[in-house]
């Protein structure tokens, strides 16, 4: 273990095996006002399976698992895992679509003391090999195929650029890859299982953060912070044994995991039905045939779903109990067409892997829920908005969102240096969200500090994808910027210099080769930029910058 003190202005933050701890006083408040309870994620569940034994728990296609039957898969997975000669400590990576075996790959890692580290569907072998060498993970746990793309054909890329990845666990054909055992089968009867004694104060998995640099930073969450957004999600969102909710997003992100989500709705004793696509006619139908009455979506996909509806589907919102939007700004417009059109109870959630969570209160002012992003889940969520030099700005009027809190984290996984400019020396995360505080004390989000595009809730760090562009032989530089999509709510337009002497091919053929280029690089494909511009020379700021303002303005023009 590896302990090291770095010195601040302000105070003396502790870095433990990469993870910043919260400071003594810190820890002492938060298990001092009840938010941390020392529990751990294994003994979480044991709870609900001792609460809720024959209750559905998870719904997946034909397969109905009540708590107690996936907590005998877990077991059982466990158990496997264990002879494999995984240890407490060890990371495994887990990228698996909507599935029950997501869940039970989860808890299983976590019942042995393991790391799991999120992964979307979405990511490509160049995220995936970063989060293996960034964890040093031995295990990564894929499907073998979904929609449409092959994960053994990334597995192959990672083993060979991962020195330290041993094995690869495939739900489904498994080619040369080791097969997900048949977990139905007490084949593991009579091996004992060590399950090891974990303090809830250390990390118990890794989140992901969408990033605004080159490569995406980890986030350690702990047993205890964690759990603590978890059942006070739950609590707020009031779920409860009749919950059922349809899981539409992709299973691993924070707001399906723990806004409430899937730990919240567990936690409550309710049942989760599993979307395999987001699709209108995949999930209205999953809605009426399971009797769903809650939904999260983002604001893309409540608009997908509107179109759907009024292009002639019944009114799957007026269904449902509670339509919950967040991930990226949802348009006043639509909110108020979803109440006033069709009868939708709607909350607005405004989160970060990173922790701080907003939740709109269902007894709010329909005024509030409409136009704003709504209040902290805790009452020690410490919020200031500040300007560019960090101070505090009069009330009502837009900043820069800084928080501290019960569960947002101290920094990112291993990052020191990307740690001294997204936190402040006395721990605020800088999260880069322009907001302004209503007199009623609900977060407006009106903009955006970092260089982050939100392609319908899909995050993409401009710099990682530049840095790609800028290695082609035939870039001089590149600017990625946001544009607006009516859908998406943005997307992603790349304005390129080029080198004169290669100006020979079409424009359509050169943009092709690049989004070619992204793509066997192995970035996610919701990465790959949707527009590319060519420019003979870029603007530039004062400063010498990129002027990224001009260019958003310009390609607003040329899309009009
Ligand atoms: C959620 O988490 P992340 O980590 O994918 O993205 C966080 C960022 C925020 O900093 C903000 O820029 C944006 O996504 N965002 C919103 C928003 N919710 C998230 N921007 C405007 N309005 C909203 N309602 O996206 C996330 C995590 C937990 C719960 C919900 C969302």
Redesign the pocket.
């Known amino acids: 273990m590896s302990t090291q003190s770095i010195q601040d202005s302000d105070a003396c933050m502790k870095i433990i095996d990469g993870v910043v701890a919260y400071p003594p006083e810190f820890v002492e408040k938060y298990k001092k006002t009840g938010y941390w309870r020392g529990q751990t994620i294994q003994d979480f569940f044991t709870d609900c399976v001792k609460k809720y034994g024959n209750t559905i728990a998870i719904i997946c296609g034909e397969r109905h698992l009540s708590y107690a039957q996936l907590n005998q898969q877990i077991d059982q997975l466990v158990a496997y895992l264990q002879q494999l000669g995984y240890r407490a400590g060890e990371r495994a990576v887990i990228q698996l679509p909507n599935i029950a075996e997501f869940f039970i790959a989860y808890f299983a890692t976590i019942r042995l003391g393991m790391l799991p580290v999120m992964s979307l569907p979405a990511h490509r072998h160049a995220e995936v090999s970063h989060f293996i060498d960034q964890t040093q993970a031995k295990l990564y746990i894929c499907a073998d195929k979904y929609l449409g793309f092959d994960y053994r054909h990334l597995a192959r890329t990672c083993q060979q650029r991962c020195p330290t990845l041993q094995h690869v666990l495939v739900v489904g054909a498994p080619e040369e890859f080791i097969a997900w055992p048949d977990l139905t089968q007490n084949t593991m009867d009579g091996i004992s299982v060590t399950v090891p004694k974990i303090d809830a104060g250390q990390v118990a998995f890794f989140?992901?953060?969408?990033g605004s640099t080159g490569t995406p930073k980890l986030?350690p969450r702990t047993h205890d912070d964690y759990l603590y957004s978890v059942r006070a999600s739950a609590d707020i969102c009031q779920l409860n044994t009749l919950t059922r909710m349809l899981m539409v997003l992709p299973v691993a992100?924070?707001?399906s995991l723990?806004?409430p989500?899937s730990l919240g709705l567990f936690f409550a004793g309710g049942t989760l039905v599993l979307a395999s696509d987001p699709s209108p006619t995949t999930c209205f139908k999953l809605i009426d045939q399971h009797q769903v009455n809650h939904v999260?979506l983002?604001?893309a996909l409540a608009a997908t779903w509107v179109e759907s509806i009024q292009q002639g589907a019944d009114n799957i919102f007026s269904k449902i109990d509670i339509l919950q939007?967040?991930?990226?700004?949802?348009a006043d417009a639509l909110a108020r067409q979803l109440i006033n059109q069709y009868q939708c109870r709607l909350q607005?959630?405004?989160?970060?892997?990173?922790g701080l969570?907003?939740y709109t209160r269902y007894d709010d002012p329909l005024e509030s829920i409409i136009s704003t992003?709504g209040q902290p889940i805790s009452a020690d969520d410490e919020i200031k908005v500040v300007d560019d030099a960090d101070v505090e700005v009069p009330a009502g009027e837009i900043g820069h969102?800084l928080t501290r809190g019960p569960y947002t984290i101290r920094g990112y996984y291993k990052a020191d240096e990307h740690n001294r400019k997204s936190f402040t020396s006395d721990g605020f995360y800088r999260?880069?969200?322009l907001v302004r505080i209503t007199n009623e004390g609900n977060i407006v989000?009106e903009g955006?500090s970092?260089d982050?595009i939100?392609r319908g809730?899909?995050?993409i760090a401009t710099e990682e994808v530049e840095q790609v562009l800028n290695q082609h032989t035939q870039v001089i530089q590149s600017a990625l910027v946001a544009m607006p999509d009516q859908i998406l709510g943005e997307k992603s337009c790349a304005f390129v210099q080029w080198r004169a002497e290669s100006s020979d091919a079409s424009p359509v053929r050169l943009q092709m080769q690049l989004r070619q280029f992204v793509q066997q690089h192995g970035l996610a494909t919701f990465k790959i930029p949707d527009r590319i511009e060519f420019v003979e020379k870029m603007p530039y700021t004062a400063l010498g910058k990129i002027d990224k303002k001009i260019l958003r303005k310009q390609v607003i023009e040329k899309t009009a």
Do not use: C, W, Y
């Not at 989140?207 to 969408?210: A, T």
């Not at 939007?325 to 949802?330: M, N, T």
């Open positions: 989140q992901l953060s969408g986030i992100h924070n707001f723990s806004s989500g999260a983002v604001p939007v967040g991930g990226a700004r949802l607005q959630v405004f989160g970060m892997a990173e969570v907003n992003q969102l999260t880069g969200d989000v955006r970092k982050q939100n809730g899909e995050k």
